[in-house]
């Protein structure tokens, strides 16, 4: 089942995000001790950090302490470049956090295998594999203005994947070349996905996912993921003219 969340802004969108994480936190921990969330990086990590961290509504509900966090790609870089996602999350995010707070868990590829020559690349792959859950409680994704997801972009060869869970790319589309990225079969075990997506430069693509004409798009074939409920937050501007009915998160 889809559901498409729709606000006037980028910035309602992230608190509506945000109260969609906390509810799936609070859902998981009746049960369990551990939040298992996975999530991508880029304008994302803002929204995380607008909506979990600066929300005053929502901050003092994020039980941090109890979380275990991964990221569903990752590009092959020291942590402390700029462009890695587990540093830009925790330059955003956890830095962020007031002192008293036990920071979560989060888990970043292993460096030491890092190479110039990528050659250790398929084994960074298969150790974040090893250290994954059987399934994420959440995953949060964004969307690409091609329609990818993670680093599986349109027609790549990593699409039809069906046994590796983690795996390596070299050949990424959009720069650095080299990363690691979730495949469609570890998504699917996923109990709930969300997305992310906002601003007028998301609009053409919102319209191709919505369209169902183009179900070959990475990003509309978690759409079709069955038994998986799958929830967007977008703005006015990335959902205008995409013919899907909206809601807002929450609304009866």
Known sequence: MVEVYEYADSKEASYALSEYIVDAQDKVLAKEKVFRIAISGGSLVGALQEGLVLNKAIAPRVKWAQWEIYFVDERLLPLSNQDSNYGLFKRKVVNLLDSKITRPKIVAINTTLLSPSGGQDDVIATDYARRLPDHMDVVILGCGEDGHICSLFPGHKLLPETTKMVANIDDSPKPP????????????????????????????????????????????????????????????????????????????
């Open 177 to 252: 070349a080299r990363r690691i990225t979730f495949t469609l079969p570890y998504l699917k075990k996923a109990t709930q996905i969300a997305f992310f997506a906002f601003g007028s430069g998301k609009n053409p693509v919102l319209k191709r996912v919505f369209s169902k004409k183009e179900e070959d798009l990475p990003s509309a074939m978690v759409n079709n993921f069955p038994g998986i409920p799958v929830s967007w937050f977008v703005d006015e501007a990335a959902i205008e003219g995409a013919g899907v009915p909206t809601s807002t998160y929450g609304e009866k």
